[in-house]
């Protein structure tokens, strides 16, 4: 198979099932609401180090948030329902209750299952916190010396995320490579229910588990698509490829994951770019395989 | 305590009292990139989730943009500061992050931006390993460098980076009559404070709405809660004793941490001066009573001297 004569690899993706919420984020003007959802998605890559995987879902407009102001959407994944509420009430505490004007917002309202990180938070206001009931859902007006925190009592968890999507540009050489996942990451950009949670949505350091040299290390550099190491490892690299980067996908569902892969390796898909593969693990360690020849035939992942 | 001859900038009071700083360590990590872009969106997420040392471990923020002819390989480049307790665990976190958010990064090469600090702690010595035995490392001007191969091509990281003394916790509190006048301000001060170079402000945007008190009147497990007598909806409460002047109605809080005091001194100068603006009723700072933080920053000798922005 190919997309505009790019070489479509017959392989899948493997995803793992993760625990997912969805945090909106509001303020006086979008540069507010990004301030808060900068500092709240930063360091949060990958799960095995930072505890979490987060990144801006999208910009929401005030006509699509709580409290008609502009805000952030951000998607943040961990492996449990307990361990993600603690870095909710850990970077709400940090990053939103302490930003200027911001209210932070539960974005999975039918969601039954609930980590009551508002709840958590509102000590901090040392019982001059207030609690309101509105639409049956309730929130903390915590004081603070601006004025006041809005804060959601607690937040819906997707039990059926998935991360780990992901696929792999294979190009001619290091500006193909970023170009065509610089237009990649644009083109999903946006999209609703997936998240990119490496810096600008790119990874250039892919890894394989384990270690031949390090017994102790869990995960070590991918060799066989490293292209420094074409001579000297058992490489997985075609002739012409001498750069490879990855975009790594988490999403609330595997078809917010489907879609934006189609969507991301038709845009990868440009001259410099030989092929298009993705990583996986044989297939026995993840439950979701996202097959790139049927995600591009159109079919559901 | 400001007194009948207070010092009064352009019309705003300046309260004699002083900030409490604290004793810290820390790094300086210099990204490079293809492009400057490429360099900031490494450092924003590496600086994320680095508000307070207690709740993120660290304490990190953007220093300055650098231009090519100020980086080691030629590129352009951000200045990165990163504050903790003490050398061990500061080196952990900085192994943390740089393995996270810049060897993951497109086209980034890191290095140490503290070359004469005598303490060092491993940071491309322990990310080599990442490598699996495929890096290689060169030797450069005494200095020792990592090549560790990726997929896009190799990720070049310095063996060790320079830790030194460094304080955290200065600040200032912006007294305002209204939240957009104290916003203004806070943001007038963020502009000026971030052309100083050895310092960094930790929170989002520069920016503290939610300055805290020592423990808390309800709960004895608290090590912190809301900073009540700061709190304008608090005012005329039982049990609060305010502490803001008749027409405050918002106020927030500028941190700084900075890598000697002088730093600091020039950063709280330059804030300080810009924040003075209508609207602006008094400048104050926050402190406990003097007896934990060695570092103290009073206001009033701070003003006294001219800013360093003229």
């Not at chain 1, 603070?144 to 997707?158: A, K, R, Y």
């Not at chain 1, 588990?209 to 292209?227: F, M």
């Not at chain 1, 934006?260 to 297939?283: E, F, K, L, Q, S």
């Not at chain 2, 808390?216 to 608090?234: E, G, R």
Request: proline share 5%; hydrophobic share 40%; net charge neutral.
């Amino acid at each position: 198979m190919t997309n505009r004569s790019v070489f479509i690899e017959d392989t899948f993706a493997e995803g793992f099932t993760m625990r997912a919420a969805r945090i909106v984020v509001t303020a006086k003007n979008e540069r507010w609401a990004r301030e808060a959802a900068l500092k709240f998605t930063g360091f949060a890559t990958s799960v095995t180090v930072c505890k979490c995987e987060a990144a801006i879902e999208r910009m929401l407009p005030p006509e699509e948030t709580p409290d008609a102001r502009p805000g952030a959407s951000i998607l943040i994944f961990s492996t449990d329902t307990n361990g993600l509420g603690k870095r909710l009430v850990e970077r709400i505490g940090q990053t939103v209750l302490t930003c200027p004007t911001a209210n932070c917002f539960d974005g999975l309202p039918d969601s039954p299952d609930r980590v009551p990180a508002g709840r958590a938070l509102r000590v901090f206001g040392d019982k001059f916190q207030i609690s309101k009931v509105v639409g049956g859902r309730r929130y903390w007006r915590v004081p603070v010396m601006e004025g006041e925190c809005l804060l959601q009592e607690s937040f819906g968890i997707e039990k059926d995320g998935i991360g780990g999507g992901n696929f792999l540009i294979l190009a001619e050489d290091a500006d193909s490579a970023l170009g065509a996942a610089e237009a990649a990451v644009a083109a999903i950009d946006g999209m609703p229910g997936v998240i990119l949670p490496f810096p600008g949505g790119i990874v250039r350091s892919g890894s394989k588990v384990g270690s031949r040299g390090y017994t102790s290390l869990v995960a070590s550099t991918n060799d066989a698509y490293c292209p420094t190491l074409r001579l000297t490892t058992a490489s997985a690299l075609p002739e012409g490829v001498n750069s490879v980067l990855e975009i790594v996908l988490d999403g609330l569902s595997a078809d917010a994951i489907g879609q934006a892969m189609r969507i991301g390796i038709d845009a990868a898909c440009r001259p410099g770019v030989r092929a298009i593969t993705a990583g996986n693990y044989g297939g026995n360690l993840g439950p979701h395989h996202f097959h790139l020849r049927r995600i591009m035939a159109g079919d559901a992942a | 305590m400001s007194g009948e001859n207070g010092m009064v900038r352009r019309g705003v009071r300046i309260v004699d009292t002083f900030a409490e700083a604290f004793d810290m360590r820390a790094a300086r990590v210099l990204i490079t990139a293809r492009s400057t872009a490429w360099a900031r969106i490494a450092a924003q997420a590496m600086t994320g989730f680095a508000t307070s040392v207690i709740g993120c471990k660290v304490e990190a923020g953007i220093e300055a943009e650098l231009l090519a002819h100020e980086t080691l390989d030629g590129r352009p480049g951000v200045s990165v500061l990163v504050f903790g307790f003490d050398a061990d665990g500061l080196g952990g976190r900085l192994v943390d992050r740089v393995g996270q958010t810049v060897l993951t990064c497109p086209t980034t090469a890191c290095f140490d931006g503290l070359p004469q600090a005598a303490e060092r702690v491993k940071v491309g010595g322990a990310l080599r390993h990442f490598g699996d035995r495929f890096q290689s490392s060169k030797f450069l001007d005494g200095r020792r460098y990592w090549r560790i191969p990726v997929m896009e091509g190799e990720f070049l990281v310095q063996e060790a980076f320079g830790v030194q003394k460094a304080i955290g916790g200065g600040n200032f509190l912006i007294l305002a009559a209204d939240e957009d006048t104290a916003l203004a301000a806070a943001e007038s001060a963020v502009d000026a404070m971030r052309k100083v170079r050895g310092v960094i402000l930790p929170f989002p945007g520069g920016i503290v709405r939610a300055g805290s008190k020592v423990g808390a009147k309800t709960s004895k497990k608290m090590i912190a809660s809301t900073n009540d007598a700061y709190c304008p909806t608090l005012r005329g409460r039982t049990g609060v004793t305010s502490e803001l002047p008749d027409g405050v109605n918002s106020v927030l809080e500028i941190v700084v941490d900075g890598l000697d005091r002088p730093a600091i001194e020039s950063a709280l100068r330059a804030g300080i001066d810009a924040a003075c603006r209508p609207g602006v009723v008094e400048i104050s700072a926050g402190n406990y009573g003097g007896k934990l933080g060695k570092h103290h920053f009073p206001l009033h000798a701070l003003m006294a001297e001219p800013s360093a922005s003229g």
